[in-house]
């Protein structure tokens, strides 16, 4: 158990639709990160979070959102969902911003999204 | 775009066998951390290694670093069928995302 928690693990969808997946780091971790893995893109980082601050951002459609709020869990929204947004996403956590030399990052057990 | 490319893609081995995996990345690390998924499942994490240390062993596993060759190399000794899994490498790209390879499907048979 790395103590992450991710919520809900198996969500079922249809297009057009719009959804939102929690995540609550690991106590003391201020650095939340979000992440995409699809069979086609392997894993793709989506955007990272710093005690509630946008830290970094990757390859994140604009249909999609986060925020990390302040008792520091983050919510993945994902909105006008289409086929291809079926995958596994995965939150992940760290003690700090993610440059230092030992900063180990550890994920949750992901959402299942699969959207109909 | 991909930092770590992991090497072989796929590795069958038999139980009790050592497996070694690959990995090579482009540009210059803080560390670099190993990573095991089983099939649909969570990312566990294996190991960091900085980029001021050249080799580093955890239980069965060893991770070696070799920062002029932008490469890294995981051994896993004594095989068991609960290895089974794929291994990826990550690196921090820039100052704070980690990326990822392809990754290493392994396969212990019994």
């Known amino acids: 158990d790395s103590g992450v928690t991710q919520t809900p693990k198996h969500l079922i969808t249809a297009t057009g639709q719009r959804v939102t997946l929690r995540c609550s780091p690991r106590?003391?971790?201020?650095?939340v990160y979000w992440y995409q893995q699809s069979l086609d893109q392997g894993l793709q980082f989506l955007i990272q979070?710093?005690?509630?601050?946008?830290?970094a951002k990757g390859n994140i459609l604009e249909r999609f959102s986060a925020q990390q709020f302040p008792d520091l869990h983050s919510e993945l929204n994902l909105s006008s969902l289409e086929l291809g947004d079926s995958a596994l996403y995965f939150c992940?956590?760290?003690?700090?911003?993610?440059?230092?030399?030992?900063?180990?990052?550890?994920f949750g057990e992901g959402s299942w999204l699969t959207v109909v | 775009s991909q930092q770590g490319e992991e090497d072989p893609q796929a590795l069958s081995i038999q139980e009790g066998e050592n497996a070694t995996m690959n990995c090579s990345y482009k540009?210059?690390?803080?560390?670099l951390q190993w990573y095991r998924q089983n099939s649909g499942r969570g990312l566990v994490h294996l190991i960091l290694?900085?980029?001021?240390?050249r080799e580093k062993h955890s239980g069965r596993l060893r991770v070696t670093l070799d920062t002029s060759k932008k490469s890294s190399s995981l051994l896993i000794t004594a095989s068991r069928a609960a290895d089974t899994a794929s291994y990826f490498c990550?690196?921090?790209?820039?100052?704070?995302?980690?990326?990822f390879g392809q990754g290493t499907r392994l396969t212990i048979n019994p």
């Open positions: 540009t210059s690390i803080n560390n």
């Open positions: 992940a956590s760290s003690v700090d911003a993610g440059s230092s030399s030992g900063n180990t990052i550890y």
């Open positions: 106590s003391g971790d201020l650095s």
């Open positions: 990550a690196t921090i790209q820039g100052a704070q995302k980690l990326v």
């Open positions: 979070y710093y005690n509630g601050e946008e830290r």
């Open positions: 290694i900085r980029s001021n240390e």
